[in-house]
């Protein structure tokens, strides 16, 4: 019944779409239209440009399979509405970007359309890529077709019907997407406005730090309001610093600190961020990651959220939690919730612990693991994994003490949301 | 006059230095205990993710045979399971999780860690089976089957079977269920390493109840007296073995 909703509805929609944008398609841009000539894409200053401003977008995370070689493609993305492989970004003239003129690569990144004038699906984030301005794309390119060709072809697509047809995006990209570079805004200071771009842009943030509704579509206002990761099942905090926000109180220090070394006095990065951190940010030069942190604290503070009273006699759960807490938890992370500087981190006030799901400290505490290796952070202190040892009732009693003791006011979790959450993830 | 100064700085020079060895001594004791007095500055320590299932010194757990042994591995071998987890060729997904952030400069550290741990090795279970099947197990280990191309374990793993250093892990003191189950995983492919994967053509010659056979013989093996890996190059391996290089001398 979903489905035959889903298909009413896109059809529905692909039609106004193509109403709204019959005037603007496009047609495939021929070789010759491009400006950019070899000897530019030679310049050994602009491709080291483009390998930094490539870090920062975390390129490689999509396009390079486990164990294989960077920026061939291959790893699959997840998402609610099937898997969608990341294509080959290498030079390669058959499998990658090969016949590719700057021109291409442009309508991509800020147009979100393929070298055929095709709708490209957006779990390539040209939503947010489209706020690269075309100097850093042209370096980009420029790296990119600077790699070692690699011959490898792409995966199929996992899409089933109505997906699978492309041309339904014409009415997804009437709803979601607003194409054109990132404009400054004059009111603000030159590194606020670095921060803005980096974060909105190339950092492409929002397309995991917000909410994504039923057909997939990021809400951007409030922006980087938090929300879950669809299929992968984290849970992605609200960035703002401010009252009320998942990082309250987090200085500027402590916003560089998480993104360089991987931790902070207030938090560790893990899961998805922990990749984001190991493979991008720890790499980006000191200015702009001041940059980010001064932007991300001008994010407006946001409305309060009624605190829930539970219908449940909650006394026994937090008892039963408090007990585990002191066998398992309280040696690392102190009996006050306030862990170990620089070891290991608090859970007291932890944006990850309180986040509206709760997904994230369930996970946590199931998995354990390392903090991202860093230069920062070479030899990072570990948790251990509470998967084998504990019990569904044991880990939501826990999870919920946790989520309600020192100043935590977070929802309690269910037996029932920690059996969702015990297998792995791994992609 | 110049002479008395010489030797008036000379003497603040030399109890200046003991001052700062006294102002340091404290701050020295608690440099080794940083960055908590209760949290020790360890690999041990910070590698809880670890010995939560594999034991503090990689004992495992060989009553079950679940979590297996990592005590006295060669370190190479080690660090190239954890990379395999990494590259997703070895398939388990806690592994593939926990080894993820890991840097090849850490991973090596604490293969090391666990290469050097001497624990004592215990006998584990065996399942009942005739006398013809150990026998058919111990003349695949000590002779391989060369109608099916099949080397001898030893030809690999050593004399004693105790494994070589760097790259090669001993086969006796391990449980039955762990080798069988090892060898099952080549063949359905959840376990594999880099290419040529010695191993996996291997194991995919071998039918089932060779399996069974050779996982037998080498569970109920006398432990030898020194079950170290033997020194690198005591083996000259008969096949082209990814892992280990070209020190392989033909297949």
Redesign the interface.
């Known amino acids: 019944m979903k489905r035959v909703i889903a298909i009413v509805i896109l059809a529905l929609l692909a039609l106004s779409g193509w109403w709204l944008f019959r005037t603007q398609a496009r047609q495939p841009v021929s070789p010759s239209a491009s400006e950019v000539t070899e000897v530019t894409l030679k310049d050994p200053a602009l491709i080291a440009k483009g390998e930094y401003l490539a870090t920062v977008g975390d390129c490689a995370s999509c396009h390079t399979e ?2 294989g070689v960077r920026y061939a493609g291959g790893r699959v993305l997840p998402t609610p509405f099937g898997n969608i492989p990341a294509p080959n970004i290498t030079p390669d003239r058959d499998t990658g970007l090969g016949g590719w003129s700057f021109e291409d690569f442009w309508q991509a990144l800020h147009s979100g359309m393929g070298r055929h004038g095709e709708l490209l699906y957006p779990v390539f984030s040209y939503t947010s890529f489209t706020k690269v301005t075309r100097d850093d794309a042209l370096a980009i390119f420029a790296y990119l077709q600077s790699l070692p060709a690699t011959k490898q072809a792409a995966k199929p697509l996992g899409l089933g019907f109505p997906y699978s047809v492309r041309n339904s995006l014409k009415a997804w990209r009437a709803l979601y997407f607003q194409e054109g570079e990132y404009q400054p805004d004059t009111s603000k200071s030159d590194e606020w406005n670095r921060g803005a771009y980096l974060v909105q842009g190339l950092g492409h943030c929002n397309e995991c730090h917000a909410p994504r509704d039923s057909l997939g579509g990021s809400q951007s206002k409030p922006s980087l309001a938090g929300g879950q990761i669809p299929s992968q099942n984290w849970y992605a905090p609200d960035l703002s610093t401010q009252a009320n926000g998942g990082l309250q109180g987090w200085s500027k220090q402590d916003i560089i600190d998480l993104l360089k070394t991987g931790q902070s006095a207030r938090g560790t990065a893990f899961g998805p961020m ?2 984001v951190v ?1 493979q991008s940010t720890q790499h980006m030069r000191d200015e702009d990651l001041r940059a980010m942190a001064t932007y991300l604290q001008s994010l407006p503070p946001r409305v309060a959220v009624a605190e829930q009273k539970s219908p449940l006699d909650t006394r026994p759960i937090l008892a039963q939690g408090a007990k585990v807490y002191m066998e398992r938890c309280a ?2 992370h102190g009996k006050d919730g306030n862990g ?5 981190p608090p859970l007291n006030g932890n944006s990850s612990v309180n986040e509206p799901s709760g997904i994230n400290a369930i996970r946590v505490v199931l ?7 860093t230069k920062g952070n ?12 504990l019990s569904d009732s044991d880990v939501a009693a826990v999870v919920t003490y946790i989520r309600q003791s020192w100043s935590n006011h977070a929802s309690l979790v269910m037996e029932r949301d920690v059996v969702k959450n015990r ?4 992609d | 006059m110049k002479a008395l100064s010489a030797k008036l700085w000379l003497a603040r020079r030399v109890l200046g230095a003991w001052m700062g060895v006294l102002i340091l001594l404290p701050f020295g004791a608690l440099a080794q205990d940083a ?2 007095p ?2 020790p500055d360890t ?1 041990q ?9 594999h034991g503090v010194h990689g004992e495992g757990t060989p009553e079950s045979g679940f979590f297996p042994r990592l005590a006295g591995k060669p370190a190479g071998y080690l660090t190239r399971q954890l990379k395999d987890f ?4 070895r398939k388990y ?2 592994m ?3 080894a ?4 090849p ?2 991973m090596h ?1 604490i293969a090391e860690y666990f290469a050097a741990q001497d624990v004592p090795y215990s006998r584990s279970p065996l399942p009942p089976l005739s006398p013809a099947t150990l026998k058919r197990g111990e003349e695949l280990v000590t002779h391989g089957d060369s109608s099916r191309e099949i080397p001898a374990c030893s030809a690999c793993h050593g004399t004693q079977l105790t494994g070589v250093q760097p790259d090669i892990p001993g086969l006796v003191g391990l449980p039955y269920d762990y080798i069988s189950s090892q060898l099952g995983s080549w063949r359905t492919k959840t376990r594999a390493t880099v290419a040529p994967d010695c191993m996996n053509d291997i194991a995919n010659r071998l039918s089932e109840s060779d399996i069974s056979a050779v996982s037998a013989w080498l569970a109920s093996r006398e432990l030898p007296a020194d079950m170290h890996a033997q020194p690198a190059g005591s083996v000259t391996p008969p096949l082209h073995c990814g892992v280990l290089g070209d020190k392989g001398d033909g297949a």
Do not use: K, N, W
């Not at chain 1, 070479?378 to 040892?389: C, D, E, G, K, L």
């Not at chain 2, 320590?45 to 299932?53: E, G, H, L, P």
């Open positions: 486990r164990g922990a990749e190991q040696d690392c170990v500087a620089g070891v290991y998995l354990g693991g390392f903090p991202p290796v070479p030899r990072p202190y570990s948790m251990p994994p509470f998967a084998q040892q297998h792995t993830p791994i | 960055p908590h209760d949290i690999l320590q910070r590698i809880a993710a670890c010995t939560a299932c990494q590259d997703g060729l997904g806690p593939e999780y926990t993820r952030q890991l840097s400069e850490y550290e």
